[in-house]
């Protein structure tokens, strides 16, 4: 499992109002899923364009959108070269979803942990050589 | 009488098409969307706005693609 799809996998796990997740990248493409690939694809695709299309209002740098429609709520959040796109039901409460999705592409955009290098096996210590016992001297 | 029956008949049906657009219509009303941008302004566009027009149908398609 990538770290993407172990991101996306806790995304759903700890945030109960997100119903689906899909990671992609600048171009639109999928690099995670928790919904079928060429489902995702259109996801990713709309969202993509969503977020093109609505960077062109307000004139500053688009960071996030929110889309409350009846059928449910798509939330958008993006870094310097991933997006998250996530589907929720009506009404869900913003600010927590927000920050799961942040926490998600945080967690995706980590490289992958190397594995550490053994540590040279230690000396085992060598017993202390019992302290002879003291001699008063001849009585 | 049975005038009388086909009348409440279409006056209770009436009812309900009423009760079921105005639903509708006041949960269409509801849709928006809200942007946040990096110096922390948002902007909150409602559906009556021209320019959330566009930007809801690309939602709807990537809600529609996400639930289907």
């Known amino acids: 499992m990538t770290d993407a799809s172990a991101a996306l996998g806790e995304l759903t796990e700890i945030s109960s109002q997100i119903e689906s997740a899909v990671l992609f990248d600048a171009a639109g493409k999928v690099l995670a899923a928790t919904i079928s690939d060429d489902r995702a694809q259109r996801v990713a695709t709309s969202a993509k364009a969503l977020l093109e299309q609505a960077g062109q209002i307000g004139g500053g740098d688009l960071m996030q959108v929110e889309a409350s429609t009846g059928q449910g709520s798509l939330f958008v959040v993006k870094d310097a070269t991933t997006v998250i796109a996530a589907s929720t039901s009506a009404e869900p409460t913003a600010g927590l979803v927000f920050y799961d999705l942040k926490r998600a592409l945080q967690a995706a955009a980590k490289p992958p942990a190397k594995p550490k290098p053994k540590a040279a096996a230690k000396p085992k210590p060598k017993p202390r050589a019992k302290p002879k016992p003291k001699s008063d001297g001849p009585a | ?68």
């Open chain 2, 1 to 68: 009488m049975g005038r009388r029956k086909l009348l409440a008949l279409g006056f209770a049906v009436g009812s309900l098409l009423g009760i079921g657009l105005y639903a509708r219509r006041g949960q269409e009303g509801r849709d928006r969307v809200d942007l946040y941008f990096a110096d922390g302004s948002l902007v909150s566009l409602h559906s009556d706005s021209p320019e959330a027009a566009p930007l809801l149908l690309h939602a709807r398609d990537a809600l529609r693609a996400a639930t289907s």
